[in-house]
């Protein structure tokens, strides 16, 4: 669609936290658009959803369907809609803020007096030898492919990592017919026995009982490979094999696919850009925008709902999008306080409900620190192919961060603008250095979030004070 | 053993000005220690556009343009120097460079501007050839219609500004330096012919010290009887991905670094302390690169950044010795990739030697209090 040149509220990014702030902002009488990268809404959770030819509905699961409601509930409601948009820069200028887009290889800038950034989680870096191999995928990729194309694997696959979306991965693509020969989980053996204290609250949530029968499930289905302590893609040009070891014992397997999952975390280029504050997060070991119960970050009138303001899943991401939505119509003076309160009560009490045993799931999965921190000659930064040993020989030079260390390697210079390597850097920084994460920080990121086109840029509107600042000739 | 907190000399500033003159320091053999900030500072050197420029510079203060030339003749020395300390090519290439004009008007400027800055006397002249469009279309293929001339002096060229940074730290540590990196310096005073610096929980003392602090300089030069009246200058900076190698020049406002990466600039806004990018400027700056190099236009932007150049009020460096403190030394400016060979190979061992002699004297800050009277 065409957006028009101002909103009420800028949602951005269209899975279950931005289809229900636009749904509930526009139900409250407020001028809403809602832009997002895909074609389709949905998100990742829900990618695809109006129209993945995946239609034997036991594939892709309940959970997946679910989705359908929420979409279903947002295009009723009539909020304004531009898929295949790229939001790049978002910058503050008087009491509004002004949106760089990108749609079709235009890009336009419109306004908006509130934003609400929904743009979800990404998967946490897996940074083992080999993983730049073709052949090595990330197990989040391999899903998308498959809810959006049906595409299975075809050859040998093997899945590594950690986490409950490795196991459901494995479910969805046994069901639909690729072969998984092997899934080498990578949960640290015995760390069962640290986490056992959040144990209750997870028994009690509504994960546990979905949990307990994706693992069986998968286990009936795959051989599993518990404690495995190393993984290295090997291969000569393309992947051959998966190296791993547990117990102190190597072995080799072939493989023409290599699927690497251990987690997700939240994706900060866009609010690090704009200049939300963040801080380290030690129990999901990421970075994570500074958000009230609201969402509300830093900087008046930007909010952040969903995995994007910290990893808790889809349903805590739509009750949070209601919430984000609740906040900004308050803001926007729409709402009186007791109203907005009152509206939250539903909500919140959502939150609570899917909250409850997150705890356990992030202590329980938390990647071991090996496959969090490499060492010697495995790439960190991919685009810029960055190695462990460089960035450890130049901390010894006296680099202490990772803006220094961009200066003086490229790491997090190229087109993925930090997303493969940010957490990396900054963790070997710390270890190296022996301080903590937090006090290392972490990349200082500009606009544009996502490349654009010089041709794009150039066609945006100058003002006279810009054509001043390059120029500089009297008039 | 010496006590590890007294040194010779004390840099306080490891940006590109600190780091060169640390690194020519040391080099001389003296007891160098090199204080920085952290990780997050106002970091000109990261915004730096990596020229090392002669074309036009010094119209106002003639002995800068000579300082200029001369440390542009040395830089190829810097680079071997570097190669052989730090075991880095920092790219250094001194083709000659053009400034594009995309309008009858700009160009008119352009050449009125030159012949004035070599009108003034003192100045060691240097040739430059004004070309239009046909002469600069067969040394520059592809430009657009839209450049109408423009200039072209030999003497210009380019380096990789990071790799130049990283070098200067390696061979300061090579040569024995001791760097500081986290150590934000608060308080300066003398006592007992000494500086003692008090920096971030630390206390350092040094026979000499040099504030190469750029911005930070505001504050810290009245600690030891200096002026440094430098305010930010925000320059925002286009970089695109790396594409082939198709331009062999550096241009004012544009070149193509030995990685393959196009850097556009180059723009100055009275922004205070805001260090964030503004899209009016940079919808200029991408507007007038793509007027400049047609080609361009489908090659995507990685990333933009925005810095603060230090700059005094009449645009010149300030080299000063303080004379209530002698043994306390300035260094500012905002050309920091141009003058590293000045500063590594000139300003350092004046420093050293105590006294910054006859050819630096121009650039005492006195030039400012006298332009404030009049």
């Given at each position: 669609m065409t957006l028009a040149s101002r909103y009420d509220i800028l949602v951005i990014g269209a899975g279950p936290a931005g289809l229900a702030a636009a749904a509930e902002s526009v139900a409250m009488g407020l001028r809403v658009a809602l832009v997002d990268e895909q074609g389709a809404p949905g998100g990742q959770i829900y990618r695809a959803i109006t129209t993945t030819p995946v239609q034997q509905r036991d594939v892709l699961g309940a959970d997946y369907w679910y989705g359908e409601k929420l979409v279903a509930a947002f295009e009723r409601s009539g909020a304004g809609y531009s898929p295949r948009t790229t939001v790049w820069a978002v910058t503050r200028e008087a009491d509004e803020f002004q949106i760089g887009l990108s749609c079709d290889g235009g890009a336009q800038l419109i306004r908006a007096r509130q934003v609400i950034l929904a743009t979800g989680a990404q998967e946490r870096p897996f940074p083992?030898?080999?993983?730049?191999?073709?052949?090595?995928?990330t197990a989040g990729a391999a899903q998308i492919l498959l809810k959006s194309a049906g595409l299975v694997p075809g050859g040998t696959t093997v899945l590594a990592g950690s986490g409950p979306l490795l196991y459901l991965i494995a479910a969805q693509f046994t069901a639909a017919g690729a072969r998984v020969e092997c899934l080498l989980d990578t949960?640290?053996?015995?760390?069962w026995r640290d986490v056992l204290r959040h144990a209750p609250d997870f028994v009690a949530s509504p994960y546990a009982a979905k949990g307990w029968s994706m693992l069986r499930a998968a286990q009936r289905m795959m051989r599993i490979v518990k404690g495995v302590e190393q993984i290295s893609a090997i291969g000569a040009g393309k992947l051959d094999g998966v190296r791993f070891t547990t117990g102190g014992h190597t072995q080799d397997i072939p493989a023409d696919l290599l699927l690497l999952h251990q987690g997700v975390v939240p994706g900060i280029n866009l609010s690090n850009a704009i200049g939300c504050a963040h801080h380290w997060d030690a129990a999901q070991a990421c970075f994570t925008p500074t958000v009230d119960d609201w969402g509300a970050t830093s900087i008046p009138g930007i909010t952040i709902a969903g995995d994007a303001a910290g990893i808790a899943g889809a349903r805590s991401a739509e009750a949070r999008g209601t919430l984000a939505a609740l906040h900004a119509a308050s803001a926007l003076g729409h709402l009186r306080t007791a109203q907005r309160d009152a509206q939250a009560v539903a909500p919140r009490r959502e939150l609570e409900r899917w909250n409850r045993g997150r705890k356990f799931v992030d202590a329980l999965y938390l990647p071991a620190p090996e496959f969090r921190i490499p060492t010697g000659d495995t790439i960190v930064c991919r685009c810029e192919e960055v190695t462990a040993r460089q960035v450890t020989e130049t901390v010894a030079l006296g680099c202490t961060g990772p803006n220094q260390m961009k200066s003086f390697l490229r790491c997090g210079m190229g087109p993925c603008q930090g997303r493969l390597c940010g957490l990396t850097i900054t963790e070997l920084i710390a270890k190296e250095r022996g301080v903590s994460p937090a006090e290392t920080g972490y990349y200082r990121l500009r606009f544009p979030v996502k490349p654009i086109t010089l041709g794009e840029l150039a066609a945006l509107p100058q003002t006279d004070s810009s054509v001043d600042a390059v120029v500089r000739i009297k008039r | 053993m010496a006590n590890p907190a007294t040194f010779d000399i004390a840099v306080v500033g490891g940006g590109l000005v600190g780091a060169a003159i640390g690194y020519g320091l040391a080099r001389g053999g003296v007891q160098v220690a090199l204080l920085d900030e952290g990780d997050i500072a106002y970091r000109a050197s990261r915004g730096n556009f990596g020229l090392v420029w002669v074309q036009g510079?010094?119209?106002?203060?003639?002995p800068y343009s000579n300082w200029t030339q001369l440390s542009a003749r040395r830089w190829p020395e810097l680079a071997a120097l570097l190669r052989a300390d730090a075991d880095t090519d920092v790219a250094l290439e001194q083709p000659g460079g053009f400034h594009l004009c995309l309008s009858e008007r700009e160009l008119e400027v352009r050449v009125q501007t030159l012949t004035r800055l070599f009108a003034q006397p003192g100045l060691e002249a240097y040739p430059f050839e004004v070309l239009d469009h046909a002469a600069l279309a067969d040394r520059i293929p592809g430009i657009g219609s839209a450049v109408v001339g423009g200039t072209y002096t030999r003497l210009d060229g380019h380096v990789n500004a990071l790799k130049l940074l990283r070098a200067l730290h390696a061979g300061f540590g090579k040569h024995g330096g001791t760097y500081l990196p986290n150590t934000r310096t608060e308080r300066l005073q003398s006592s007992g012919g000494r500086f003692v610096l008090e920096a971030h929980g630390t206390t350092l003392r040094a026979s000499k010290i040099v504030l190469a602090a750029g911005l930070g300089n505001l504050h810290l030069a009245p600690q030891v009887g200096l002026a440094a009246p430098v305010r930010p200058q925000r320059g925002q900076i286009l970089v695109l991905e790396r594409v082939r190698r198709f331009l062999h020049h550096p241009l004012a406002t544009l070149r193509q670094t030995d990685e393959g990466t196009v850097l556009i600039g180059d723009s100055q806004e009275e922004?205070?302390?805001?260090d964030t990018v503004g899209l009016a400027v940079l919808a200029t700056l991408a507007d007038r690169a793509l007027r400049t190099f047609p080609a361009l236009r489908d090659v995507r932007i990685n990333r933009t950044w925005a810095a603060l150049r230090v700059m005094s009020p009449d645009g010149f460096p300030v080299y000063e010795q303080s004379r209530a403190q002698p043994g306390a030394f300035l260094a500012t400016c905002h050309s920091g990739v141009t003058l590293a060979a000045a500063h590594a190979l000139e300003l350092a061992p004046l420093i050293a030697a105590g006294d910054l002699g006859p050819?630096?004297?121009?650039?005492?800050?006195e030039r400012l209090h006298v332009q404030k009277a009049t």
């Amino acid at each position: 669609m065409t957006l028009a040149s101002r909103y009420d509220i800028l949602v951005i990014g269209a899975g279950p936290a931005g289809l229900a702030a636009a749904a509930e902002s526009v139900a409250m009488g407020l001028r809403v658009a809602l832009v997002d990268e895909q074609g389709a809404p949905g998100g990742q959770i829900y990618r695809a959803i109006t129209t993945t030819p995946v239609q034997q509905r036991d594939v892709l699961g309940a959970d997946y369907w679910y989705g359908e409601k929420l979409v279903a509930a947002f295009e009723r409601s009539g909020a304004g809609y531009s898929p295949r948009t790229t939001v790049w820069a978002v910058t503050r200028e008087a009491d509004e803020f002004q949106i760089g887009l990108s749609c079709d290889g235009g890009a336009q800038l419109i306004r908006a007096r509130q934003v609400i950034l929904a743009t979800g989680a990404q998967e946490r870096p897996f940074p083992i030898p080999g993983w730049t191999l073709p052949g090595v995928m990330t197990a989040g990729a391999a899903q998308i492919l498959l809810k959006s194309a049906g595409l299975v694997p075809g050859g040998t696959t093997v899945l590594a990592g950690s986490g409950p979306l490795l196991y459901l991965i494995a479910a969805q693509f046994t069901a639909a017919g690729a072969r998984v020969e092997c899934l080498l989980d990578t949960t640290p053996a015995g760390r069962w026995r640290d986490v056992l204290r959040h144990a209750p609250d997870f028994v009690a949530s509504p994960y546990a009982a979905k949990g307990w029968s994706m693992l069986r499930a998968a286990q009936r289905m795959m051989r599993i490979v518990k404690g495995v302590e190393q993984i290295s893609a090997i291969g000569a040009g393309k992947l051959d094999g998966v190296r791993f070891t547990t117990g102190g014992h190597t072995q080799d397997i072939p493989a023409d696919l290599l699927l690497l999952h251990q987690g997700v975390v939240p994706g900060i280029n866009l609010s690090n850009a704009i200049g939300c504050a963040h801080h380290w997060d030690a129990a999901q070991a990421c970075f994570t925008p500074t958000v009230d119960d609201w969402g509300a970050t830093s900087i008046p009138g930007i909010t952040i709902a969903g995995d994007a303001a910290g990893i808790a899943g889809a349903r805590s991401a739509e009750a949070r999008g209601t919430l984000a939505a609740l906040h900004a119509a308050s803001a926007l003076g729409h709402l009186r306080t007791a109203q907005r309160d009152a509206q939250a009560v539903a909500p919140r009490r959502e939150l609570e409900r899917w909250n409850r045993g997150r705890k356990f799931v992030d202590a329980l999965y938390l990647p071991a620190p090996e496959f969090r921190i490499p060492t010697g000659d495995t790439i960190v930064c991919r685009c810029e192919e960055v190695t462990a040993r460089q960035v450890t020989e130049t901390v010894a030079l006296g680099c202490t961060g990772p803006n220094q260390m961009k200066s003086f390697l490229r790491c997090g210079m190229g087109p993925c603008q930090g997303r493969l390597c940010g957490l990396t850097i900054t963790e070997l920084i710390a270890k190296e250095r022996g301080v903590s994460p937090a006090e290392t920080g972490y990349y200082r990121l500009r606009f544009p979030v996502k490349p654009i086109t010089l041709g794009e840029l150039a066609a945006l509107p100058q003002t006279d004070s810009s054509v001043d600042a390059v120029v500089r000739i009297k008039r | 053993m010496a006590n590890p907190a007294t040194f010779d000399i004390a840099v306080v500033g490891g940006g590109l000005v600190g780091a060169a003159i640390g690194y020519g320091l040391a080099r001389g053999g003296v007891q160098v220690a090199l204080l920085d900030e952290g990780d997050i500072a106002y970091r000109a050197s990261r915004g730096n556009f990596g020229l090392v420029w002669v074309q036009g510079k010094g119209l106002g203060l003639a002995p800068y343009s000579n300082w200029t030339q001369l440390s542009a003749r040395r830089w190829p020395e810097l680079a071997a120097l570097l190669r052989a300390d730090a075991d880095t090519d920092v790219a250094l290439e001194q083709p000659g460079g053009f400034h594009l004009c995309l309008s009858e008007r700009e160009l008119e400027v352009r050449v009125q501007t030159l012949t004035r800055l070599f009108a003034q006397p003192g100045l060691e002249a240097y040739p430059f050839e004004v070309l239009d469009h046909a002469a600069l279309a067969d040394r520059i293929p592809g430009i657009g219609s839209a450049v109408v001339g423009g200039t072209y002096t030999r003497l210009d060229g380019h380096v990789n500004a990071l790799k130049l940074l990283r070098a200067l730290h390696a061979g300061f540590g090579k040569h024995g330096g001791t760097y500081l990196p986290n150590t934000r310096t608060e308080r300066l005073q003398s006592s007992g012919g000494r500086f003692v610096l008090e920096a971030h929980g630390t206390t350092l003392r040094a026979s000499k010290i040099v504030l190469a602090a750029g911005l930070g300089n505001l504050h810290l030069a009245p600690q030891v009887g200096l002026a440094a009246p430098v305010r930010p200058q925000r320059g925002q900076i286009l970089v695109l991905e790396r594409v082939r190698r198709f331009l062999h020049h550096p241009l004012a406002t544009l070149r193509q670094t030995d990685e393959g990466t196009v850097l556009i600039g180059d723009s100055q806004e009275e922004a205070g302390y805001d260090d964030t990018v503004g899209l009016a400027v940079l919808a200029t700056l991408a507007d007038r690169a793509l007027r400049t190099f047609p080609a361009l236009r489908d090659v995507r932007i990685n990333r933009t950044w925005a810095a603060l150049r230090v700059m005094s009020p009449d645009g010149f460096p300030v080299y000063e010795q303080s004379r209530a403190q002698p043994g306390a030394f300035l260094a500012t400016c905002h050309s920091g990739v141009t003058l590293a060979a000045a500063h590594a190979l000139e300003l350092a061992p004046l420093i050293a030697a105590g006294d910054l002699g006859p050819r630096l004297q121009p650039f005492s800050a006195e030039r400012l209090h006298v332009q404030k009277a009049t």
